[in-house]
């Protein structure tokens, strides 16, 4: 196992992300056609937040009820992005080692981080990633 392979190497590079002024149906939307779970929220080039598909199913009712489809509509219509993500995401640059992301993410309890480069957003890791990584090693 090569003990100092950087984040990048097994880190998603080309993330799907929203700007905080987005609508939540754009979360929604990202995180439906393109199977993900963690999309990272920018204000510019900054990263701002992180917002979850648990975040998104925490407002919805149609999944748990029959006919609440409109419910969840007025509640998407109410709420923004903003209140509903994770302000101010732990992120990692991408220079840190696979093991030391690993411990982050064990330690806090994340299951996706942002990664930075020159300041701006490279990629996200998730703990998926790192499992996958420890699965090929053996």
């Known amino acids: 196992m090569k003990r100092r392979e950087p984040i990048s190497h097994i880190m ?14 754009d979360v929604i939307d990202l995180v439906k056609k393109n199977h993900i779970r963690h999309v990272p929220v920018l204000e510019g080039h900054d ?13 919805t ?12 509509e007025a509640i998407l219509e109410m709420l923004s992005i ?7 995401p732990r992120t990692v640059e991408a220079t840190l ?4 992301v690993a411990e982050i993410l ?6 996706a981080l ?12 998730t703990t998926t990633d790192v499992i996958k990584y420890l ?3 053996y």
């Open 97 to 100: 080692s696979i093991k030391e």
């Open 135 to 137: 699965l090929e090693q």
């Open 47 to 59: 990263v701002v937040g992180i917002i979850s598909s648990t975040d998104i199913n925490r407002l």
């Open 106 to 111: 064990a330690s806090e309890e994340y299951h």
């Open 61 to 72: 009712f149609s999944s748990l009820f029959e006919n609440q489809e409109g419910a969840d």
């Open 82 to 88: 903003s209140q509903v993500m994770t302000q101010k």
């Open 12 to 25: 998603t590079k080309n993330v799907a992300t929203v700007q905080v002024s987005d609508d939540l149906h």
């Open 114 to 125: 942002p990664v930075i480069e020159n300041g701006q957003l490279a990629g996200i890791v």
